[in-house]
């Protein structure tokens, strides 16, 4: 059974750095891409960036220049590295593992920045 566990989350002042992480895809076969969502109170959930088996790196306009996802296929662990944090940067975010047939979801992590 597959198990995405999210660590990271925390709580930044603005202007702050986070890194989350999301372990467990090593069992996960016929990958398409490995993707972090957000999403903040009463709010939809919202895409945020992607990383292709390939390598290329997608982002999200309101993230591009401050965050970075990347992936240690050795650790089977996939990363998302935050800076220049903003207040609106307030979520729980999921890591999302997608193959032709099936999503995989992380439990969430909580990132809360402050003013």
């Known amino acids: 059974q597959v198990q995405l566990v999210e660590s990271g989350g925390g709580l930044v002042q603005a202007g702050g750095s986070l890194r989350l992480s999301c372990a467990g895809f090593g069992s996960i076969f016929g990958i398409n891409s490995m993707r972090w969502y957000r999403q903040a109170p009463e709010k939809q959930r919202e895409w945020v960036a992607a990383i292709t088996t390939g390598g290329g790196t997608v982002y999200a306009d309101s993230v591009k220049g401050r965050f970075t996802i990347s992936r240690d296929n050795a650790k089977n662990t996939l990363y998302l590295a935050m800076n220049s944090l903003k207040p609106e940067d307030t979520a729980v975010y999921y890591c999302?593992?997608?193959?032709?047939?099936?999503?995989?979801w992380g439990q969430g992590t909580q990132v809360t920045v402050s003013s």
């Open positions: 999302n593992i997608v193959t032709t047939n099936v999503a995989y």
